[in-house]
């Protein structure tokens, strides 16, 4: 019990500050872009031209590449998931505090909504995919939901959120630095776009933490190791195609980012040692018995990960998904 109000405590404090937060991390939604700014116009004559140009363009793209794009099209697109989960932790009261973390929750949905929204229309103009078979694989997704063991506990649910939205910048980065290479110039700017949003949203939950420390230092160190023995679970991992079993796709959907270089267990180490520098990790003072010890914990992880990772070979097989043709 003393715990839960020293975290709701802790979530009201940062709340006081929720209109700088927002200013500072999200963009007005008068002068943000929208996914029709980079989609042929469906309203002009010159709507069918641009259809052809965007599908020649697409044909470049090899098969790991689409099921990369694919599954992380359907990834953002399980956004229902995300902005739930996130609702119902301790300190978040959608409907009796509408200025403090519910408004921080969706104004940031309402950013999200839109890499799902343009990768989406981009994948269905593209005409090199079974889009209802993707669209099976989104609604099981979303039905399927996630177990990502942050609880209700906004110090593992920021924890999480800080990491993932790395991994989703890099993985789009990624993606985009591809396309570019196969001279695909529009769908580049588009992953860029995504990007960079990815990046602004990494940085905001990564200052939620920041300040976390400086109000309860043990407790979010303890909560960090937490999450950092349970390892980040990518959202997708419930991924599945028509009649195939909850899951059973992901490792495939993750093998195909790993030979491609779109996201690798590299990156999953590169973060971790971002987020223990950009807080400071190895030098925080103050802490309680527990805290020293998952602080110890924290600072071998990257050097033990990396040991572990040199052993983990991908399979150089491609998987047919049902999405490709
Ligand atoms: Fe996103
Ligand atoms: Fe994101």
Request: charged share 25%; with cysteine.
């Amino acid at each position: 019990m003393e715990k839960l109000n020293q975290r709701i405590e802790v979530m009201n404090h940062l709340a006081l500050g929720m209109d700088g937060i927002v200013d500072k991390y999200l963009i007005p939604i008068e002068t943000n872009w929208q996914p029709s700014d980079f989609l042929p116009d469906p309203s002009k004559d010159s709507f069918f031209d641009e259809v052809k140009e965007l599908q020649q363009a697409a044909r470049e793209l090899p098969y790991d590449y689409w099921a990369v794009l694919i599954g992380d099209m359907i990834t953002e697109e399980a956004l229902p998931t995300y902005e739930s989960s996130i609702m119902v932790v301790q300190g978040v009261d959608m409907i009796n505090e509408p200025h403090g973390w519910a408004r921080w929750t969706r104004a940031w949905t309402a950013e999200e909504n839109r890499h799902g929204d343009l990768l989406n229309k981009y994948i269905y103009l593209s005409g090199r995919v079974n889009m209802k078979a993707v669209e099976t694989s989104t609604q099981y997704l979303i039905a399927d939901g996630f177990d990502i063991k942050t609880d209700d506990d906004p110090y593992k649910t920021f924890v999480y959120t800080s990491f993932q939205e790395l991994a989703t910048n890099i993985s789009h980065r990624r993606t985009g630095a591809l396309a570019k290479k196969h001279g695909n110039a529009s769908l580049s700017k588009m992953c860029a776009m995504i990007a960079a949003d990815e990046m602004r949203h990494h940085k905001a939950y990564k200052s939620f933490i920041t300040s976390i420390f400086e109000l309860d230092p043990s407790d979010m160190m303890v909560a960090f190791a937490d999450m950092m023995k349970q390892k980040i679970v990518m959202p997708a991992h419930f991924l599945r195609e028509l009649n195939g079993e909850k899951g059973g796709i992901y490792g495939h959907f993750s093998d195909a980012a790993q030979r491609l270089g779109v996201y690798t267990g590299k990156d999953y180490i590169d973060i971790l040692e971002i987020l223990l520098n950009d807080w400071n990790i190895s030098t925080m003072t103050g802490l309680n018995g527990a805290a020293e010890k998952a602080q110890d914990y924290l600072m071998r992880l990257p050097d033990r990960l990396t040991r572990l990772t040199e052993r983990i070979k991908v399979p150089e097989l491609e998987y047919k998904f049902s999405w490709v043709d």
